[in-house]
Structures are given as structure tokens and as C-alpha cells.
């Protein structure tokens, strides 16, 4: 059997026509991908590629692709550019020349469909595939009888046989290109999955046409849902093999387990499922940095399509404060902007009845019994005075099921800030000792055995930094002399200044606080398990410092997976900037969510025997260390003051940072 394939590619057009910047890179993409002989096994001389040509060339490459083969060739015919109907509803190829006269097209120098099925119908192949990335294109199917099949053995007919249209639109929609993007959507897909191996669905180490369909058209329908990719078997066409796929690449079966999480989690990684992702990851041996990419490259299409739905929710929002009802003129430009972000009406509709049946109170006034502590002061370090903003929820109107009222609060805290050179500061916030009681009483919701039994705790005090260390931080200590072991530069997957550093492990926190502290002239560490809660509680006994509950209004969280009374949240799927939500009663930002933060201890299964005095609870046999406070991908219980991580002293994940804190006796 013999492979060949017609790639054409039109990017530039008369006038009339806008131009398609990716179509000659579409091309290319599917060339190498059928070249490869580890994927296509595609012979380089029989694969023809097309870019930007006239009509006659199109319709001479066209015949001779068909002409002359045997019975079990496998052809290939893809077209990326522009598709064009008559007012009698025929499909035609676009060519570079072709033009148009008022509203539409001279069909006379485009490529009729019915061209190319005539050429295909005397053809001997038994195996023909047509791949159209085209607005329109599945108006190509009209003529071509498709029939239903059952199994056949496919190793009997070599791969499936028949004829497969592939289209990246149904024959009335619109096919797009993703802004931004070199490739145009439907064949970014194809290429993806095809390349990877992704879209060997059963595992068998070979890519069928169907597998191909399902799989390109679950992610194009992800970032682009007005686009209804199609597949049009005749007889046995859904059964053709077009590629292999590696069955012993790591990569590719960590990705397969991937798109299964994030199939079944609708997009998201589930806390269950993450664990599971991590142990098969050590399994295969890829390094975090390898799944990371893998993941990331999986969860695109669906952040993508959530990215346009929060863009048309906050626009909605904005408008109905200043209008409502909406107007006719404002009614028109929302179809024009849904239209532009290509969502489908009934995304529209959901967004709008959500939107419309829920109104957010927020009370912004400082409470008028707020009284404020006297400063204190501490030896030797002259302390300055600062104004914070913390919250509380309402739980009167949480038992109702209504949105959360948040009642914002101004405060006082004393700070120092440590000049870590080059105009950056570490702020330190000044903690007052107190007694609490440490852990979770056990009808708590999200209550484990690990959180108690409580106890009270007695916590000198002490000063703890005012944020998560941040990248722009870490960068500079990094470059201080090595105290033990080297320290990346830029280790986070998130980039920004101004975020938490991430992918740091305890054994990084730990050297971090080696050269600080000696750059500093005092110590600098991390802060113990018990003084991390006593400055997470603010002085509060709730399982959150704002409440019963919490909102994603307060806390950079998953909020798909609520606490209590709370409604469903905005899951941000990265970290945030620090300081961005409102400080707990203590001035510390970020305690809940963000990123989970190592502490000093090692980790033990309950609290027997636990120190009362504040101390860390160390052992030098211990494997597993402790984390606090949640991250941007856990749902909102793993936020509570009380719930503990725990992994191993070198383990560097993507919501793993921590802070520092300094002990200073007051006077």
C-alpha cells in the first residue's frame, strides 16, 4: 500500500476576499506530521503541497491525485483557506485568483466540489480521506452517500476502507482562526493530535479517522463552540488508519491519563485526581517541568473557552449597572461581541440567567465599633505603623443561599521592611503572642483525624512576612552566596514579580532563609506549624478568619468546590498577585489559597504530644514536611486554618511557596 497526499494551502486572495495568515502554516504543519516515519510513514515525494495557486493548478493536482492508483492507496486530500457556497448551496474551493462580484463569488475561477467528487468516484483507491479547515465545509459532503457500518475486522481490510470527509464546520457555520495563534483552529487539532498521539484513543498504537474526529473535535468545540467539526463516512471511510502513535512514550501515556482527568473533571484537574497524576508521573519518570507542559498544553482549549465566558459575564455585569432593561442598541453590539469570542447562544443564556438572578451586595463601610490596639514596639527594630483592609462574611445571608455580603473592616498593624537591595523590600508584619486553641474540632466540615486532637498553644511573638516570599524576592536572594545548595534563578511556572514563587521545595525555603539571614544579620526561617495557624486565625476560632465560610472574592482558591453555605466561585487556575484580596485581623495577605507554604515541621499523623509552647515539632527522620494554607488549584477546605499538607523535603510543585518569619523580644 502506498500513501499520497494533496496539501493546499490559500492565504492571499483578490480583493473581496480577507486574507488567511495561517493557512500556509497549516499546511506545513500537516506535511511534516505525514512525512514523519515514525507517525504518517508518508514517502516525501508523494506528498504535493500548494500554496496560494490558481484554479488550474489546484484542479491539475486534484486529478492527479486520484488518477492512476491502486486499489489499497491511501489518498489524502486537505485544503485549508477559504469555502465558498452559491445561492444553490454548492461547495467550492477557493483559489488565490478567485474574486467576487457584489455579494458573491465568480464561481468560474473557483474549484467546484462536485470537481473533486467526480475525480474521487473514478478513482480505484479504496481509501480516500478529505480534510477541509474551510467556513462551509460541510456543504463538500452533498453527493456523497454515507452509510452506516458495523465492525469489521480492520486487519482483514488493512486499516478500514471507503472514503472519510473530515470538516472543521457543519455546511452553514463559520470555521476560525484563534487569535494569536499560527495555525488555525481545526488543524492546530489535527496536527496536535496526530503528532502527540493523543488522539489514539483505544491505545493500539495506530490512529483511525474516527479516533481523529473525536478527538480534534472534543477540543475544538472547547475553544471554539460555534464550530461543529464533522466526519462524513462512506462505507467503511471512519475505519481508514492515517498515522501511528509510540506506544512506550512516557509523555504520551501521561498525557492520555491527563485527558482523562480533565475529561472527567470538565476541564479541571480534581485534588483526587492530581495525586493520582503525581504518583504516575514518578512512575514513568517524567520530570515535573515534562508533565507541567503536558498539562498545560491538555487544559489550553479548556481555559480558553472559560477565559471568553468570563469576558462576556463581566461585560454583562458592567452593563446591567448601567442599564437595565437592555436596550435594542445594546442588545446588538452583545451579539456583536458574542459573535467575535464565537460562543453559542445558549453559553449566552446561561450566562445571563445567573448573571440576572443573582445580584452581590458588598458593604465597603469600616465598622463603626472598630477600635484599635495601641502600637507596639520592639527592641531594636523600629517598627511603622500601617492600614489594612480585612473582611467578614455574613452568615444571615448565607443561610439564605444568596450571594455573600462582605463587610469590609479597617485596621492597624506595625511593620519593618528588610531592604533586600536593588529597591526590593521584605515586609514583616508584627505578630502579638497569645494562647489559641490549635486545630479542628471534629464536627468541623473537612474535619481529619491529622487536625487534632486540639490543644492550646502558646505563641511568643514574633514577626512574619506580610506576603508569600515573592518571585521578584527569591530573585534577588538567590543570587547571594550559597549557603548548601544551588538555588534557581527563576524556578516558578506562573511568571510575574509581583506573584508568589512556586516549584520550590522545603530544602529551597530552607536555603533561602541561610542567605537571607546571613545578608540580614538576624534570622530569618520558616515559621512553625503552630505559629503559621495562630497567624492564619487572626485571633478568630472560624475555620476560615473571615467566617464560617469563604468566597472567592477573599481568596485565590478553586472555587468550583465550595465550604459550607457558600455558592460556586471563579477558579482562576494560576496564582494571583499578592496582596490582591483583603489581609486577615493580623495585616497577613494570602494565608488562605494562593500557594500552600512549607512550615518547619515535619509532619506527624495527630497532635498527641505536640508542643504547646509555639516550638516546631522537628525529627530528623522525618520524610514528610508540613504545608498550610491551600492553593489556587484545591477547593475551598483545604484553605482552613486548620488543614494540613504534607510532602517530601525535595518535592517542587506549582502551588508550593512559603513565607518567612523573625522572633524579636518585645520590651
Known amino acids: 500500500?502506498?500513501?499520497?497526499?494533496?496539501?493546499?494551502?490559500?492565504?492571499?486572495?483578490?480583493?473581496?476576499f480577507s486574507p488567511l495568515p495561517t493557512t500556509v502554516k497549516d499546511v506545513e504543519a500537516i506535511q511534516e506530521v505525514l512525512v514523519n516515519p515514525e507517525i504518517g510513514e508518508f514517502a516525501a515525494e508523494n506528498v504535493t503541497v500548494l500554496k496560494n495557486p490558481q484554479k488550474p493548478d489546484m484542479e491539475e493536482?486534484?486529478?492527479?491525485?486520484?488518477?492512476?492508483?491502486?486499489?489499497?492507496?491511501?489518498?489524502?486530500?486537505?485544503?485549508?483557506?477559504?469555502?465558498?457556497?452559491?445561492?444553490?448551496?454548492?461547495?467550492?474551493?477557493?483559489a488565490s485568483s478567485t474574486k467576487k462580484k457584489?455579494?458573491?463569488f465568480l464561481p468560474y475561477l473557483a474549484v467546484a466540489a462536485s470537481y473533486v467528487h467526480e475525480c474521487m468516484k473514478k478513482s480505484k483507491s479504496k481509501r480516500k480521506v478529505v480534510i477541509l479547515d474551510s467556513c462551509f465545509s460541510g456543504a463538500f459532503s452533498q453527493g456523497m452517500t454515507a452509510k452506516g457500518g458495523g465492525a469489521i475486522n480492520i486487519k482483514q481490510h488493512l486499516g478500514g476502507q471507503g472514503t472519510a470527509i473530515l470538516t472543521a464546520s457543519t455546511s452553514t457555520q463559520y470555521a476560525y482562526e484563534e487569535e494569536g495563534s499560527e495555525f488555525?483552529?481545526?488543524?492546530?487539532?489535527?496536527?496536535?493530535g496526530i503528532k502527540t498521539g493523543a488522539a489514539d484513543k483505544d491505545g493500539d498504537g495506530s490512529i483511525s479517522i474516527d479516533e481523529l474526529h473525536e478527538y480534534v473535535s472534543s477540543k475544538v468545540q472547547e475553544v471554539a463552540p460555534a464550530m461543529t467539526p464533522k466526519i462524513y463516512p462512506v462505507e467503511e471511510g471512519h475505519r481508514i488508519i492515517l498515522a501511528k502513535s509510540p506506544q512506550d512514550d512516557p509523555n504520551l501515556k501521561y498525557r492520555k491519563k491527563v485527558e482523562e482527568c480533565a475529561s472527567e473533571d470538565e476541564g479541571e484537574i480534581s485534588f483526587i485526581n492530581r495525586q493520582s497524576l503525581n504518583v504516575i508521573q514518578k512512575k514513568l519518570g517524567l520530570t515535573i517541568d515534562i508533565a507541567q507542559i503536558i498539562e498545560s498544553e491538555v487544559l489550553e482549549p479548556y481555559q480558553k473557552r472559560r477565559e471568553k465566558l468570563q469576558t462576556y459575564e463581566e461585560v454583562f455585569c458592567q452593563l446591567i449597572e448601567q442599564e437595565y432593561p437592555i436596550s435594542e442598541r445594546s442588545r446588538k453590539q452583545l451579539q456583536r461581541l458574542q459573535n467575535s469570542l464565537n460562543l453559542r447562544d445558549k453559553d449566552i443564556a446561561s450566562i445571563e440567567r445567573k448573571i440576572l438572578a443573582n445580584t452581590q451586595v458588598v458593604d465597603s463601610s469600616p465598622s463603626?465599633?472598630?477600635?484599635?490596639?495601641?502600637?507596639?514596639?520592639?527592641?531594636?527594630i523600629p517598627v511603622t505603623s500601617f492600614k489594612f483592609e480585612t473582611a467578614k462574611l455574613i452568615p444571615g445571608v448565607l443561610s439564605l443561599g444568596k450571594s455573600s455580603e462582605i463587610q469590609r473592616i479597617t485596621k492597624n498593624a506595625?511593620?519593618?521592611?528588610e531592604d533586600l537591595g536593588n529597591g526590593v523590600i521584605l515586609e514583616m508584619v508584627a505578630i502579638p503572642g497569645g494562647t489559641f486553641k490549635m486545630g479542628s474540632p471534629e464536627n468541623e466540615e473537612g474535619y481529619h483525624s491529622s487536625q487534632s486532637p486540639q490543644h492550646e498553644v502558646t505563641v511568643p511573638p514574633f514577626f512574619m512576612g506580610k506576603y508569600p516570599v515573592t518571585q521578584q524576592q527569591w530573585r534577588v536572594v538567590a543570587a547571594l552566596p550559597k549557603d548548601k545548595i544551588d538555588l534557581k534563578?527563576?524556578?516558578s511556572y506562573f511568571k510575574g514579580d509581583n506573584l508568589p514563587v512556586e516549584c520550590v521545595s522545603w530544602n529551597d525555603a530552607q536555603e533561602f532563609c541561610a542567605r537571607l539571614s546571613r545578608m540580614a544579620n538576624k534570622t530569618y526561617r520558616l515559621p512553625t506549624e503552630a505559629e503559621w495557624e495562630y497567624a492564619c486565625r487572626g485571633g478568630t476560632t472560624t475555620p476560615f478568619y473571615c467566617g464560617e465560610t469563604i468566597s472567592t472574592d477573599l481568596a485565590n482558591y478553586n472555587g468550583n468546590y465550595i465550604y459550607?453555605?457558600?455558592?460556586?466561585?471563579e477558579y482562576r487556575e494560576k496564582t494571583t498577585e499578592v496582596g490582591k484580596f483583603p489581609a486577615n485581623p493580623f495585616g497577613l495577605y494570602d494565608m488562605s489559597g494562593n500557594v500552600w507554604e512549607w512550615c518547619e515541621d515535619g509532619w506527624h499523623e495527630n497532635y498527641i504530644n505536640a508542643p504547646t509552647d509555639g516550638s516546631a515539632w522537628t525529627s530528623l527522620s522525618t520524610e514528610y514536611m508540613l504545608l498550610r494554607g491551600g492553593s489556587w488549584l484545591n477547593g475551598a477546605g483545604y484553605c482552613r486554618a486548620a488543614s494540613r499538607g504534607r510532602y517530601s523535603r525535595d518535592y517542587r510543585y506549582v502551588s508550593y511557596g512559603f513565607r518567612v518569619v523573625s522572633s524579636f523580644r518585645t520590651l
Not at 72 to 84: A, E, I, P, R, T
Open 368 to 380: 463603626p465599633n472598630n477600635t484599635e490596639p495601641e502600637p507596639e514596639k520592639f527592641l531594636d
Open 61 to 94: 493536482a486534484i486529478h492527479d491525485l486520484y488518477d492512476n492508483r491502486q486499489r489499497d492507496d491511501l489518498l489524502l486530500l486537505y485544503f485549508s483557506g477559504h469555502g465558498l457556497i452559491n445561492d444553490d448551496g454548492n461547495f467550492y474551493f477557493s
Open 564 to 569: 459550607g453555605q457558600a455558592q460556586k466561585g
Open 489 to 491: 534563578s527563576d524556578p
Open 1 to 16: 500500500m502506498n500513501k499520497f497526499a494533496l496539501l493546499i494551502g490559500v492565504s492571499e486572495y483578490q480583493s473581496g
Open 184 to 192: 488555525g483552529i481545526y488543524t492546530r487539532y489535527l496536527v496536535d
Open 102 to 104: 457584489g455579494a458573491s
Open 414 to 417: 506595625n511593620y519593618f521592611g
